[in-house]
């Protein structure tokens, strides 16, 4: 019932991350930016290193896709599925493992001369129990997955995304008072786990510019940890323009500490959807396009980074006849493509 909720009903879940870590993550052993892997008739190249640190998954949902066009002979649809497939996107990790997922992503990534791109995203009561409800059982157990989050990770460098929609969510009213003191604990201590480690940026999620009120916001943030944290990120899983993201991120960064910012990009080439029904209009919209691609070249003190958080083709939840969240979804993953054209 949120027009303008974060990312909780539309995350990117690493369903297949368990199956690609214990088949061995594989990448190019070529760092410079040329290599390439073979995955059944589909190469997908690392983003050269200068414009874009973060490494490629060559195993991704997108990248099979283009494997499997390929060999149907779909040429076309293989190329434009490329497009997206080409591109660093956040790895999701699931709490049943954490460790294993966050170690095979970050080696990975390192044998590429890349750094990781990690989203967290198991807070207790996630998501008000909406289409990515769940989470931790309790703050024990999120501290216990936080730490094999951490131990996961180890000194390879390291972006992490922190809890989507869990500040928020307490400020518009969505997650019970009850919750809100044990949670902004674990966001702190999450913040602290994770600049304890040697090469680890974490970016706390503070909404979006639909949200649009970084006077209720930044103080939430400050009790989260945010002033111990690289910055924050804003639009993730969302469809607001990079102006509009901006704008909102530079309001909210002028209010706290003048801390930089990541925007989400992966999926606001349009814009927001503004018709239907205004509570559900982010999820699976039609008509919506690829963003900017992934980039730290923004031109921007303020903005460290446009990054794909959000792995494009991958459903919001089970609204509009999609699949359920996270779930890799071909034909959508084809109408943004094809928009951004």
């Not at 991704?60 to 997206?84: H, S």
């Not at 959807?273 to 559900?280: L, W």
Request: hydrophobic letters at 35%; proline letters at 6%; glycine letters at 12%.
């Amino acid at each position: 019932m949120y027009g303008s909720r974060g990312a909780g009903a539309r995350a990117s879940v690493a369903l297949v991350g368990a199956v690609l870590l214990l088949a061995g993550c594989s990448s190019s052993d070529d760092g410079d930016g040329d290599g390439s892997k073979d995955n059944s008739g589909a190469k997908v190249s690392q983003q050269p290193k200068d414009k874009d640190p973060f490494w490629v998954n060559p195993d991704g949902n997108a990248a099979e896709q283009v494997a499997t066009y390929v060999k149907d002979g779909k040429d076309e649809d293989a190329e434009l599925i490329r497009t997206i497939a080409e591109q660093p996107t956040g790895e999701w990790l699931t709490p049943e493992n954490a460790e294993q997922e966050a170690r095979g992503f970050t080696e990975a990534a390192a044998k590429a001369d890349r750094d990781s791109l990690l989203v967290v995203y198991n807070i207790p009561h996630r998501d008000c129990g909406q289409f990515s409800g769940g989470g931790a059982a309790d703050g024990n157990a999120y501290r216990a997955f936080i730490d094999q989050v951490a131990g996961g990770i180890g000194d390879r460098a390291t972006t992490v995304i922190l809890e989507p929609d869990a500040v928020l969510h307490m400020v518009d009213g969505c997650t019970p008072a009850e919750f809100h003191e044990e949670r902004y604990d674990l966001l702190r201590g999450a913040v602290d786990k994770f600049k304890s480690l040697k090469n680890t940026k974490v970016y706390l999620d503070a909404g979006n510019a639909g949200w649009g009120k970084p006077d209720a916001i930044f103080e939430p943030l400050k009790l989260a940890g945010v002033e111990k944290a690289d910055g924050f990120a804003v639009n993730v899983s969302n469809f607001y323009t990079t102006a509009a993201s901006k704008k909102y991120g530079k309001e909210l960064s002028a209010k706290a500490g003048n801390k930089p910012f990541v925007i989400d990009t992966s999926r606001n080439g349009n814009g927001p959807y503004t018709e239907g029904d205004p509570a559900e209009n982010w999820c699976n919209p039609p008509g919506r396009a690829l963003g900017e691609s992934p980039t730290t070249k923004t031109g921007d003190d303020l903005v460290d980074a446009y990054l794909w958080v959000k792995r494009p083709g991958e459903s919001d939840g089970t609204c509009k006849d999609g699949p359920k969240a996270g779930q890799w979804w071909p034909e959508y993953a084809l109408k943004l493509a094809k928009a951004s054209k």
